[in-house]
């Protein structure tokens, strides 16, 4: 990716986001929190990130920086932490979504599989018997 930026300048906040989407794909897909060390270099670049976002995705790279922290609070023995962490993925199914759809279009890289909850495409249906289905989801935009 060429950062020539007009007036000599470094690259913009853009093109750092998709330069850096590219090189830390899987600390987007995948990020790593089994130590203190490896939560305190996710939240940083979550937070980095949300800086570097351009507003057309910020309010969903947001999002997903809320569910990192989320995240970042569980106590493994407490279900409540966890049902937190749960509520809040599926919350932010969509905005994960978008950012994958964003990141592809104008980075010009497919980050790949990220887990999905919610359906992100067509509704789809499951036939119970014949001639009747029921609308398992609704589309979410």
């Given at each position: 990716?060429?950062?020539?930026?007009?007036?000599?300048?470094?690259?913009?906040?853009?093109?750092?986001?998709?330069?850096?989407?590219?090189?830390?794909?899987?600390?987007?897909?995948?990020?790593?929190?089994?130590?203190?060390?490896?939560?305190?270099?996710?939240?940083?670049?979550?937070?980095?990130?949300?800086?570097?976002?351009?507003?057309?995705?910020?309010?969903?790279?947001?999002?997903?920086?809320?569910?990192?922290?989320?995240?970042?609070?569980?106590?493994?023995?407490?279900?409540?932490?966890?049902?937190?962490?749960?509520?809040?993925?599926?919350?932010?199914?969509?905005?994960?979504?978008?950012?994958?759809?964003?990141?592809?279009?104008?980075?010009?890289?497919?980050?790949?599989?990220?887990?999905?909850?919610v359906p992100q495409g067509p509704s789809p249906t499951t036939t119970l018997a014949p001639d009747v289905s029921?609308?398992?989801?609704?589309?979410?935009?």
């Open positions: 990716m060429s950062f020539a930026a007009c007036g000599g300048g470094g690259p913009t906040a853009a093109e750092q986001f998709c330069s850096n989407a590219i090189e830390q794909t899987t600390a987007i897909v995948s990020p790593p929190m089994q130590t203190a060390d490896d939560l305190n270099r996710t939240l940083a670049f979550y937070r980095d990130m949300t800086e570097l976002a351009p507003v057309a995705i910020e309010p969903q790279w947001r999002a997903l920086l809320v569910l990192v922290e989320t995240a970042s609070t569980v106590v493994p023995e407490d279900p409540a932490s966890m049902q937190r962490v749960a509520a809040q993925a599926y919350a932010t199914e969509k905005s994960a979504f978008e950012v994958r759809e964003w990141i592809g279009r104008n980075c010009g890289h497919d980050i790949g599989p990220m887990a999905t909850i029921t609308t398992i989801f609704e589309s979410g935009g």
